[in-house]
């Protein structure tokens, strides 16, 4: 994508669309001096899309249609790094979610995202599964998997399954290695089951504040029902949610995601050796950078007899994304006429480089992610995709 001219002229500023969007998103934007240090970070950086710093000059200077009519503002994955090296603390990633927003006030989404947004209004979830199916992952554990309702009394873990663990076929295959986890453990937990519904941060991100809104009402309410000590989730965009917006609406909770809760109880996992591996680690963006949690997963691969965990290039704060955040999970056939090569692709030619023979992953969206541009990228038989919660199931067993 070539960007010839960065703002058109004459320039003819919309100042009712910089007060909406300042409403939605704070002013920070109206700082931006145009350095460009955001758009060197950008994981769509070589793609040559001059994301975020073109759509941060049209933010400022009330571009309404340039910048609704750009298909960056669907690109980007809200993933976070321009925000961490930008000298002016530009919120980039809340502008652009804001910018959806007022977009969606006036105009379509892609088909793909509209039938996300769809499914989740209308089944509670973005897959557009049966809610009554929601807890059928249970059955095929092989361990007792409680359930809140039927419990009757307080517990000290509740896991909120979300829903790519509860219905897609590789998610089913963590949340049944992680309830056997639990049972090894003794662990006292319980699911919602159907009672559960999509978080929809990710449709939050993707511009439907409405939707999550609605969402974080009823699972609150759910929530409220019962006694737990903790929140235990798989999904860093609902621990996301649960941490940083819940208590805004009357949520608050002790929240962990699995890997810190895990990480807790190393000393208590009786691990065995598994055969001998390089093991390398993508950080979830809104594990890590949004939520400053990198050592809870590298805790738990160093703990597994038989792994030797290696650093890819982009790791840590300056992750790189796996392409699926911010509602892109829903939207890359879109993003896939508008960009060369898929984030998920660049990331799995990274882990081979680095010399690993397994990604390692602790968010829902990413194994199947990262399984397709395996395929994609021609690695098949060189490059596994585990969740951690795979890997230690594995060892367990060992
Ligand atoms: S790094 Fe910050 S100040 Fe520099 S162009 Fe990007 S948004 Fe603007
Ligand atoms: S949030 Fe991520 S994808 Fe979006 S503009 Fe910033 S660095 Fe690029």
Request: net charge negative; hydrophobic share 40%.
């Amino acid at each position: 994508m070539s960007q010839s001219s960065l703002i058109p002229l004459p320039v003819r500023p919309d100042l009712g669309f910089i007060d909406r969007l300042t409403e939605l998103a704070g002013d920070s934007f109206t700082q931006c001096y145009q350095c460009g240090t955001c758009s060197v970070v950008c994981p769509f950086a070589f793609q040559g899309t001059g994301l975020p710093r073109r759509e941060m000059a049209l933010a400022q200077w009330g571009l309404k249609d340039e910048l609704l009519a750009s298909p960056n503002l669907w690109v980007c994955t809200t993933c976070g790094n321009c925000a961490r090296v930008c000298p002016r603390e530009v919120d980039i990633p809340g502008t652009i979610r804001a910018a959806r927003e007022l977009f969606l006030l006036e105009r379509d989404p892609s088909r793909e995202l509209a039938t996300a947004f769809e499914n989740t209004s209308r089944h509670g979830n973005p897959l557009g599964q049966s809610a009554r199916k929601r807890a059928d992952w249970t059955a095929g554990a092989g361990v007792e998997v409680p359930v809140m309702a039927g419990l009757g009394r307080a517990v000290e873990v509740l896991f909120f399954t979300e829903c790519y663990w509860a219905y897609h076929p590789r998610g089913i295959e963590a949340a049944q290695a992680m309830a056997r986890i639990m049972a090894a453990l003794g662990a006292d937990w319980a699911v919602l089951g159907t009672e559960e519904r999509c978080v929809a941060d990710s449709q939050r991100l993707a511009g439907e504040s409405g939707i999550f809104e609605e969402a974080a009402t009823a699972n609150i309410a759910t929530l409220g029902k019962y006694q737990f000590t903790r929140l235990v989730t798989p999904d860093p965009h609902a621990y996301n949610a649960f941490r940083n917006l819940y208590p805004e609406l009357g949520g608050t909770y002790t929240v962990q995601h699995y890997t810190q809760f895990l990480a807790e109880r190393i000393p208590d996992l009786k691990l065995g050796r598994v055969g001998s591996r390089r093991v390398t680690f993508h950080d979830p963006c809104y594990l890590g950078r949004h939520n400053g949690e990198f050592e809870a997963p590298r805790h738990l691969i160093e703990a597994i007899p038989g792994l030797e965990l290696i650093e890819m290039g982009h790791c840590r704060a300056n992750g790189y994304c796996c392409g699926g955040g911010g509602g892109e999970i829903w939207n890359s056939g879109f993003t896939r006429e508008h960009v060369d090569e898929r984030l998920s692709e660049v990331r799995v030619r990274e882990a081979v480089a680095a010399g690993a023979e397994v990604l390692a992953v602790c968010c829902p969206f990413e194994v199947s992610l990262f399984e397709d541009a395996v395929k994609s990228t021609g690695h098949q038989g060189q490059l596994e995709v585990r969740d951690i919660a795979e890997l230690l199931d594995e060892s367990l067993r060992a």
